[in-house]
C-alpha cells in the first residue's frame, strides 16, 4: 500500500525535474473528444487517445495505473497516475497529509488550491491543484498537476493524478479535464 503512494509521490516529483473549485462532474468520461475512456478498479477515467496504460496489480488487492504518451522524447511529459488502496480508510487523511508535504518538499510545488468536495459515490473527496516550476529533464518546463484523493463507502481509497508540461504546442493533456471526468462505479 504505501509503494503505491509512494509511487505516486515520486512520479510526480519526477515530472518536476524530468516533472479551488470541485468541477462539474456532470458529465462522462467518453464523452470527450480527443479522449479515451480507461475502466477498472471501480473507476472510469478520461485519458488521451493513443497514450500508453500500463498497470500493475499487487499483492494486497491494489494496484497502480500509469498512463502516458507515446512519445517521450522531451521531459518532463505528461502523465496520468491512478492508485487503488483497499481498506485505506484509517490511512486516508495521513496519506493525503503526506503526499501535500512530499510534493512540496521534493518538487517544490505550489499548492494552488486544495479542497473537500463532492464526487458522487465517495465518501469523501479532495481536490489538489498544484505548479511544479521548471527544474530538470530535456526541457525543463512548469507543470501544472490536479489531482483527487477518494475514499470509497467501502473504505478503499482512489488517488488519481493528471500533470501536464506547459510546452508549447503540447496542449494534448488537460489535468482539469481529466480530473472531471473521473466517475466511481461499484
Known sequence: MHARRLLLVLALAALAGGCGSDGDFKGSAGSLSGYSTYKRD????????????????????????RITPPKQSETPFGLILLSASPDAEKR?????????????????????????????????????????????????????????????????????VAAAPQRDGDDELDPAKVIES????G
Request: hydrophobic share 35%; glycine share 8%; net charge neutral.
Open 42 to 65: 471501480g473507476v472510469s477515467i478520461a485519458y488521451p487517445k493513443g497514450w500508453k496504460v500500463e498497470r500493475r496489480q499487487d499483492s494486497d488487492g491494489g494496484s497502480s495505473t
Open 92 to 160: 486516508f487523511k495521513a496519506s493525503m497529509k503526506g503526499r501535500r508535504a512530499v510534493m512540496k518538499a521534493a518538487s517544490d510545488a505550489e499548492i494552488d488550491s486544495d479542497e473537500k468536495i463532492e464526487v458522487p459515490g465517495a465518501k469523501e473527496a479532495h481536490r489538489l491543484k498544484a505548479t511544479v516550476p521548471p527544474k530538470a529533464g530535456t526541457d525543463p518546463v512548469e507543470v501544472k498537476a490536479d489531482s483527487l484523493d477518494l475514499l470509497r463507502d467501502d473504505g478503499d481509497a482512489l488517488t488519481v
Open 182 to 185: 473521473v466517475r466511481l462505479s
